[in-house]
């Protein structure tokens, strides 16, 4: 019953902004949940890029922070991701996930069950 999709993503020149949303069904009304962004560059690993949880934003990935923010609205079912002072390196498929066990070390992409299908994003120089 968990869908997550996202929206937002496009191409903008490097310094410039986007938002990416997840509109996330099934998945505020848990009295617990972990979300985070992650993102895939063609020939690339998927990385973590930012992570949160019911009570707000856990952590950045090195090469974002200061740049990027997620947040979530519970009342539109949605996460974000605010992206500033965008670079070329930033470009990449961006998806968003979620879960609701206790106990889990949210470390990988394996680590989360449910996926949207992604958004791309490209900067460019």
């Known amino acids: 019953q968990v869908k997550l999709v996202e929206s937002g993503g496009g191409s903008v020149q490097a310094g410039g902004s986007l938002r990416l949303s997840c509109a996330a069904s099934?998945?505020?009304?848990?009295?617990?949940?972990?979300m985070a962004w992650f993102r895939q560059a063609p020939g690339k690993e998927r990385e973590g890029v930012a992570t949160?949880?019911?009570?707000?934003?856990?952590s950045y990935a090195d090469s974002v922070k200061g740049r990027f923010t997620i947040s979530k609205d519970n009342a539109k079912n949605t996460l974000y991701l605010q992206m500033n002072s965008l670079k070329p390196e930033d470009t990449a498929m961006y998806y968003c996930?979620?879960?609701?066990?206790?106990?889990?070390?949210?470390?990988?992409?394996?680590?989360?069950?449910?996926w949207g299908q992604g958004t791309q994003v490209t900067v460019s120089s």
């Open positions: 996930a979620a879960d609701f066990r206790y106990g889990v070390v949210r470390d990988s992409p394996t680590k989360y069950l449910y």
């Open positions: 099934g998945v505020f009304s848990y009295r617990r949940v972990w």
């Open positions: 949160l949880d019911s009570d707000g934003p856990i």
